[in-house]
């Protein structure tokens, strides 16, 4: 069969550009998929992904005019049924092999087979291979079926039959023309009411000409490049972007860089289809407004790139990536300039007003800001989270952590109620800092107040300081115990209020802090302040602490975890004890990894496995004591007299934080657990030997599981 190289092409009225690189990358991708499925695209076929304001498009190698044909076995019915006792096919299977196009000549090359228990006839058939016309339609709906579209439109198209009229259509945005090109050859097929062709549209103003036809499949890119003033490729257009920001940014002087964000670049990838760069500035005075302000003001309100210095201060200029390029860029320069400064205006007028009254004067306000309706307002909600900061802070620190961390925590959330928040809420706590500052606040409490919400995302930091720790652990457990209480609990990939990220940040807060607190006690402190909005206390703290641990597990598996990412048994084993202090586990699970390298692992943790299920199946709680005198076997004396020189030392270790020797120093116990499985029978008839032997199992279980459940460790 004949292969050339493919083109597809949507022209569209400009696309959404936040959700555009997916778009490109998805009619792409699903395109070739439904291409190889289908026969006409090789296993070696690589597709382009285009995707500019205006279209959407892709180029794939080696298409095939036509699939090969390819033989396919069908299971008609079990012999019992298609041929009668003396061979001949019944009625159901002439039936049958008609509806396939066949008829009794078939039933001599039908082949037999067991299907399951009965056997079966099977029709072997040459099946003929799909055309490039049919198959690109079929394939072509699939993948615009398959775009994550984030909201569908529907607009009428006019009819081209004799009946005048309107369809209707549906898609991301109203579509106008279809290029499907095999080599030089248009590919006939409809879609979206619209008939491909080889011509599309250039850029709006400054296309070398109005319609652009393309020659070949091949030509695409080029051609819209020479002749439309088009980058189609996404990725080139986005890179094009990076190159012409760093080399403004340069002109301007050393160390002068533009911000970093790679949403803002994609969005604006998006928006233009051939690149621009210009240089503009505003007024020095708006310098005096916190930068997070206006940089915010300008990436998301305009789509402009702010500049810093070398220094990572805001200097007064900033770039625009413009979608023309004029000889005299004056008009565009200014223009951008005239509608950035109300923008930057506004925010110095809401700096200034804010500044006027105290972040304490402001508390009372959010008496008035519903939180939850079930759980209150902001001002109940504050008071909550002082309660909890206070318990907290008087575990790890002095009289002067405990005023500082209950003085943040009241103050945490007033910016709420400023017009720079009520403006950009994005700057909550970042605000509140600003403002602490300005009311003459200590430092500690002004970084609390910004950095109570961290960490926001996977991967931020931390507080800075310990009473910003304080009150960040006490806002998430507040958050978390408050919902949970009314059983607001994240449900299969539905999670409103972020309850997954709060729980993560508990744990990532107790453990890279090294804090010494115990998660039990701290749930059970704070259930407590919500009085009677948290019907059953003790349900909600264990149902909250499962879902910490659960949170846990999943981060400690996580091959981005800083230690590597743990194997699903090691994290298994150390959480199966619900290890108190969450600030031990990385210790644990270091031991246990250790533990395992050792020679005597398997088999001490299989015997710890075999242990623990003689001990369930003693009934009730076995009683570890242990009467030497008892001890009549040579073996069950053994293990007692290594268990008695071995477990100080280990328990020892243990108390020290030492996990690792601890585990180390028990694998000592492997030769005796071996000799007294082997010699000794554990339920003897005498009671009270059997009951001393499990006690003794008992003691030896008790000590091997202190690190761990090593019985986790068994595959």
């Known amino acids: 069969m004949s292969q050339q190289n493919l083109l597809v092409e949507l022209f569209v009225e400009e696309l959404p550009p936040k959700a555009l690189k997916k778009l490109g990358e998805a009619f792409a991708a699903v395109l070739l998929e439904q291409l190889k499925a289908l026969g006409l695209a090789a296993d070696d076929s690589v597709t382009t992904a285009f995707a500019s304001p205006r279209r959407l498009a892709a180029h794939i190698t080696h298409v095939a005019a036509k699939a090969a044909d390819r033989a396919v076995q069908q299971k008609l019915m079990p012999v019992s049924v298609g041929l009668d006792a003396a061979g001949q096919p019944t009625p159901a299977l002439l039936k049958k092999l008609a509806a396939l196009g066949a008829d009794a000549s078939a039933v001599p090359g039908l082949k037999r087979a067991l299907d399951g228990k009965a056997e079966a006839l099977f029709y072997d058939s040459l099946l003929d291979g799909a055309s490039l016309d049919t198959g690109l339609q079929k394939a072509l709906e699939e993948s615009l079926a398959k775009l994550p579209i984030p909201k569908v439109m529907t607009y009428q198209l006019e009819t081209d039959c004799e009946l005048p009229g309107w369809s209707s259509v549906h898609f991301v945005r109203p579509a106008h023309g279809v290029i499907a090109l095999h080599g030089s050859s248009v590919v006939p097929l409809k879609v979206l009411g619209l008939k491909s062709g080889n011509t599309t549209l250039g850029h709006r103003f400054e296309a070398a000409q109005p319609v652009l036809t393309i020659a070949h499949a091949d030509d695409y890119a080029d051609t819209l490049r020479r002749d439309g003033a ?142 939850h309706n079930k759980l209150g307002t902001q001002g109940e909600r504050v008071e909550r989270v002082r309660a909890i900061a206070k318990v907290i802070a008087a575990q790890l620190g002095d009289a002067t952590l405990v005023a500082q961390a209950d003085l943040a925590a009241q103050l945490a959330k007033t910016d709420l109620v400023t017009d720079m928040v009520g403006e950009f809420p994005e700057l909550q706590g970042t605000m509140g800092r600003y403002y602490a500052l300005n009311d003459g606040l200590p430092e500690a409490v002004a970084d609390a107040i910004e950095d109570h919400y961290k960490p926001r995302f996977a991967g931020d930091t931390l507080p800075r300081g310990r009473v910003g720790v304080v009150v960040a652990l006490a806002d998430k457990l507040e958050t978390l115990t408050g919902l949970f209480g009314i059983g607001n609990l994240p449900t299969g990939d539905k999670d409103p209020f972020a309850l997954r990220r709060h729980a993560l940040g508990v744990v990532r807060l107790l453990i890279e802090n090294q804090l010494n607190l115990s998660l039990r006690d701290l749930l059970q402190a704070v259930t407590p302040v919500f009085g009677d909005k948290v019907a059953d206390p003790a349900q909600t703290v264990q149902a909250l602490s499962d879902f910490i641990y659960d949170r846990l ?46 020679p005597e692992a398997p088999a001490l943790a299989a015997a710890n496995k075999r242990v623990s299920n003689i001990l369930k199946k003693g009934g009730s709680e076995v009683d570890p004591h242990v009467s030497p005198v008892l001890l009549k076997e040579v073996a069950e004396q053994a293990l007692y007299a290594t268990l008695q020189a071995t477990v100080p030392q280990a328990n020892a270790q243990f108390d020290a934080g030492d996990y690792t020797g601890s585990l180390q120093t028990l694998a000592a116990l492997r030769g005796p657990v071996d000799a007294f499985f082997e010699g000794v029978m554990v339920n003897a008839e005498e009671i009270d030997l059997r009951l001393n032997r499990l006690g003794l199992l008992k003691s030896l279980h008790d000590a091997m599981n202190r690190v761990a459940d090593l019985s986790r460790l068994v595959a």
């Open 553 to 598: 597990a999943v981060s400690l598996r996580d091959p981005q975890h800083p230690g590597g990412g743990f194997s699903a048994q090691e994290v298994e084993a150390v959480l199966a004890l619900r290890p108190e202090r969450l600030s031990e586990v990385a210790q644990r699970l270091t031991a246990v990894r250790a533990f395992s390298a050792v």
């Open 230 to 371: 088009v980058i189609a490729s996404f990725a080139e257009r986005r890179a094009e972007i990076v190159r012409q920001l760093a080399a403004a940014a340069q002109r301007i002087g050393q160390g002068v860089r533009p911000i970093e964000d790679e949403a803002l670049l994609d969005e604006v990838t998006a928006l233009v289809e051939r690149p621009n760069v210009l240089v503009c500035a505003f007024e020095n005075q708006f310098l005096e407004v916190p930068q997070e302000c206006l940089i915010l003001t300008m990436k998301a309100n305009q789509k402009y790139f702010p500049l810093l210095d070398a220094a990572g201060k805001l200097t007064h200029q900033f770039l625009v990536v413009s979608n023309i390029s004029p000889t005299d860029a004056s008009a565009v320069i200014g223009g951008n300039e005239r509608v950035v400064r109300p923008r930057l205006a506004d925010a110095k007028f809401f700096f200034d007003q804010d500044r006027k009254k105290t972040l304490a004067s402001r508390v009372d306000s959010l008496a008035k800001v519903v939180y």
